[in-house]
């Protein structure tokens, strides 16, 4: 079974710009969830969509938004970005077994803004 | 709210050395689960272990094993004969019943393990 996947992996923007991660769920996985991590914040979770909708939403501004295709592919935008956005962005697809779950991580997108 | 503490920021062993990486958690919560993850320099994510709340069974799966206390709220993470393919930093995690797949991440915690 393929993994998560994620487009790009590395991607520079400047300041103000937009930019549009991808994520593709592991095959039979509906939940797909998106984590910011950066040295001085950690782990940070950004929000959850199930079957097209958004679930959870982590404290994150309006800039951040996402959405869910119906083959469970998902897309995060960043609006105006800022220099505190750089970032590895983590896709992670879920799998409810057992009463409970497993959740696996692609490899991260790597966004620098400048 | 959830809270995963990792106090060890790093921590460095020879070869063959065992490792044994703390976690300690709080959540309001009875049902939950927790999980290691371990994040190799190329950065994913590499889901290790995962245990419910209601079963505080210890196991041994191959060179890791864990330790988990409810009554300590530990969830404690071993790496027996440490190989030097296991440097990495090693997050814990928890997760909710209802928690609609939210992890809440520890600060993580640097090995590194030298020939």
């Known amino acids: 079974k393929a993994g998560v996947t994620q487009t790009p992996r590395y991607l520079i923007k400047t300041r103000g710009q937009q930019v549009t991660l991808s994520c593709s769920p592991i095959?039979?996985?509906?939940?797909v969830s998106w984590y910011q991590q950066t040295p001085g914040q950690g782990l940070q979770f950004l929000f959850e969509y199930f079957s097209e909708t958004q679930r959870n939403k982590g404290n994150f501004p309006g800039r951040f938004s996402g959405r869910q295709f119906s083959n469970s592919r998902s897309e995060m935008n960043v609006s105006t970005l800022e220099l505190g956005d750089s970032a590895l962005y983590l896709c992670?697809?879920?799998?409810?077994?057992?009463?409970?779950?497993?959740?696996?991580f692609g490899p991260g997108t790597r966004l620098t803004v400048t | 709210a959830q809270k995963v503490t990792q106090a060890q920021t790093e921590i460095s062993v020879v070869e063959k050395e065992d490792v044994t990486l703390d976690c300690v958690y709080e959540t309001r919560d009875t049902t939950y689960y927790l999980f290691w993850y371990k994040q190799p320099p190329s950065g994913e994510l590499v889901f290790l272990i995962r245990?419910?709340?209601?079963?505080?069974q210890n196991e041994i799966s191959g060179r890791y094993s864990w330790n988990f206390q409810k009554s300590t709220s530990s969830f404690n993470f071993t790496i027996t004969a440490s190989q030097v393919v296991d440097s990495a930093v090693y997050f814990c995690a928890l997760s909710v019943q209802g928690g609609d797949y939210k992890l809440s991440f520890g600060a993580g915690t640097t090995v590194t393990v030298r020939a």
């Open positions: 245990r419910n709340s209601f079963d505080e």
């Open positions: 095959s039979g996985h509906r939940s």
């Open positions: 992670a697809s879920s799998l409810y077994i057992e009463n409970s779950y497993e959740q696996y």
